[in-house]
């Protein structure tokens, strides 16, 4: 029997700009959640950055269940590398065209 992977796609908006394919940024950022989750949940939860849709906005996904967790330590990383920053959520989806798709309304919108 084979089991396939849930995840859960967090879209994901920062105060400023911020390069999360810069590997030593998203390093810093998933230090900043897993000082805040604990290693284990940490390790349970499995945060990845997925994609960077724009300098400010970007995707994460983490296993199915932990998505609440992850949401709330993210909250409460307040700076990244020294610099003053705050990260807010915009939409929780299980794909990452939906949240595509919803960051595309956004931009029409303004």
Not at 1 to 20: C, N, P, Q, W
Not at 22 to 45: V, W
Not at 58 to 87: T, W
């Amino acid at each position: 029997m084979i089991f396939r992977r849930k995840l859960r796609y967090v879209l994901v908006e920062a105060s400023g700009e911020i390069d999360v394919n810069d590997a030593y940024t998203a390093e810093k950022l998933k230090r900043g959640i897993q000082s805040f989750m604990g290693q284990l949940p940490y390790f349970k939860a499995n945060p990845q950055i997925s994609a960077q849709l724009d300098g400010r906005t970007f995707i994460l996904s983490m296993n199915r269940g932990y998505d609440r967790n992850v949401v709330l330590a993210l909250a409460f990383v307040k700076s990244l590398d020294g610099k003053k920053i705050g990260f807010y959520t915009l939409k929780t989806s299980g794909t990452i065209k939906s949240l595509k798709g919803r960051k595309d309304r956004r931009a029409k919108k303004a």
